[in-house]
Nanobody, 125 residues
């Protein structure tokens, strides 16, 4: 059974940092692009960041560029999202996802083949 399990969410004050992790199991994802999406209450799910299987190609939403960093460890089948300088508007449920191409994940929320269950990130002002 393929699973993506997120961890690391929580409540933080504006300006603070969190590091999300996504551990994959059931099969290796070393040949897949991995990424993060988020969904705030009353809003549609949106792209946050994606990384190609090799790590050579990385994409970010404009709203998080310069503040968030995506990385992966293929030996551990894990992808990370380091979030710095957090803002109240970053509050959302964050989802890990896997797809064939990082560029497609950056273009459409329908690209992922697999999704995690989500982890809540709340940023207080």
């Amino acid at each position: 059974q393929v699973q993506l399990v997120e961890s690391g969410g929580g409540l933080v004050q504006a300006g603070g940092s969190l590091r999300l992790s996504c551990a994959a199991s059931g099969r290796t994802f070393s040949n897949d692009a991995m990424g993060w999406f988020r969904q705030a209450p009353g809003k549609e799910r949106e792209f946050v960041a994606a990384i190609s299987w090799s790590g050579a190609s990385i994409y970010y939403a404009d709203s998080v560029k310069g503040r968030f960093t995506i990385s992966r460890d293929n030996a551990k089948n894990t992808v990370y999202l380091q979030m710095n300088s957090l803002k109240p508007e970053d509050t959302a449920v964050y989802y890990c996802a896997a797809a064939s191409l990082a560029s497609r994940m950056a273009a459409t929320t329908t690209a992922p083949k697999y999704w995690g269950q989500g982890t809540q990130v709340s940023v207080s002002s």
